[in-house]
């Protein structure tokens, strides 16, 4: 269901509006009842294909090198611009704020031993 927004002729409000289903005639306004509301242009989200994702992390120079170079501020943005604005999950966010801190996560599951299996 889309939120529209509307101007009121009649009080001057400004109105947005969910609409259940595609109506030809617009709705009263919620503050005077007039029927007056003309339907305004307003801001809408278009979200970015992965592509779209990657081309942008391929275009910047400075973090392509940081990334080759395993720069952990570098992967920090890379999650980031990944991510596309989603919420971190709890148990990865103490990493995440290493790695823009410049600290590289130790591998836990690494062999430190030096030996060979």
């Known amino acids: 269901m889309p939120i529209y927004e509307y101007w009121c002729n009649s009080c001057k409000a400004r109105i947005e509006i969910l609409v259940p289903t595609f109506k030809s005639d617009p709705p009263c306004c919620p503050q005077c009842q007039n029927n007056s509301l003309q339907r305004?242009?307003?801001?809408?989200?278009?979200?970015?294909?992965?592509?779209?994702?990657?081309?942008?992390?391929?275009?910047?120079?400075?973090?392509?090198?940081?990334?080759?170079?395993?720069?952990p501020r570098a992967l920090a943005e890379w999650n980031k611009k990944m991510s596309g604005g989603e919420p971190i999950a709890p148990e990865y966010q103490e990493t995440l704020e290493q790695m823009e801190r410049g600290i590289m996560p130790s591998n836990p599951d690494s062999d430190t031993s030096g030996e060979v299996p």
């Open 40 to 71: 305004r242009f307003s801001t809408f989200m278009v979200q970015s294909s992965y592509k779209d994702v990657y081309d942008n992390i391929l275009s910047d120079s400075q973090l392509m090198r940081g990334m080759m170079h395993n720069d």
